[in-house]
T-cell receptor, first 112, second 113 residues
Framework: GAGVSQSPRYKVAKRGQDVALRCDPI?????LFWYQQALGQGPEFLTY????????KSGLPSDRFFAERPEGSVSTLKIQRTQQEDSAVYLC??????????FGPGTRLTVL | GNSVTQMEGPVTLSEEAFLTINCTYTATGYPSLFWYVQYPGEGLQLLLKATKADDKGSNKGFEATYRKETTSFHLEKGSVQVSDSAVYFCALGMDTGRRALTFGSGTRLQVQP
């Protein structure tokens, strides 16, 4: 079946622009996670949804980062007033109610 | 808090050599342990997992055993191939409370023909 998909795959933004990154989880997966992966590092947790409820947003680095999942399926990660330090790969993962998370291919964000 | 430490790379091996990538963890409670692999230009793929002490995860010739006494989950393969060249990430996760995965920094493996 279809895996987790993310769009766009690549995004270049000028500093100060707003961006929106989309995640389509595996159908039926109630849990959805966002991670940020800096170059040469492991992914770091940003936020977690169970259905439409955002249960944990402790990893969001600033109030410029906002995530939503209004209907409990597709999720959008929005970054306002992008800064150069926001350049990274943004990974989405989904999970049924087990411990295994399945990752999408990621969106590579470059802020100039 | 939870943390994962894995050996720094790159690890460079010849084809058919034996592979070990060390991973140790710190966690409160009883985590599940994972190895993910990231091939060039691709996303993270689950390689194997173990959910309790003494469990052995295995897949594609790779193995790792959950050692609670040494808080380790070392990845091994008896005979690597060029196609195994990738970045390998060790991770831990909890099935209650904070469900985020905690990752190590990754180990790049380069296998030469």
């Amino acid at each position: 079946g279809a895996g987790v998909s993310q769009s766009p795959r690549y995004k270049v933004a000028k500093r100060g622009q707003d961006v929106a990154l989309r995640c389509d989880p595996i159908s039926g997966h109630v849990s959805l996670f966002w991670y940020q992966q800096a170059l040469g590092q492991g992914p770091e947790f940003l936020t977690y949804f169970q259905n439409e409820a955002q249960l944990d947003k402790s990893g969001l680095p600033s109030d410029r980062f906002f995530a939503e999942r209004p209907e409990g399926s597709v999720s959008t990660l929005k970054i306002q007033r992008t800064q150069q330090e926001d350049s990274a790969v943004y990974l989405c993962a989904s999970s049924s109610n087990t411990d295994t998370q399945y990752f999408g291919p990621g969106t590579r964000l470059t802020v100039l | 808090g939870n943390s994962v430490t894995q050996m720094e790379g790159p690890v460079t091996l010849s084809e058919e050599a034996f592979l070990t990538i060390n991973c140790t963890y710190t966690a409160t409670g009883y985590p599940s342990l994972f190895w993910y692999v990231q091939y060039p230009g691709e996303g993270l793929q689950l390689l194997l997992k173990a959910t309790k002490a003494d469990d052995k995860g295995s897949n594609k010739g790779f193995e790792a055993t959950y050692r609670k006494e040494t808080t380790s989950f070392h990845l091994e393969k008896g005979s690597v191939q060029v196609s195994d060249s990738a970045v390998y990430f060790c991770a831990l996760g909890m099935d209650t409370g904070r469900r985020a995965l905690t990752f190590g920094s990754g180990t790049r493996l380069q296998v030469q023909p």
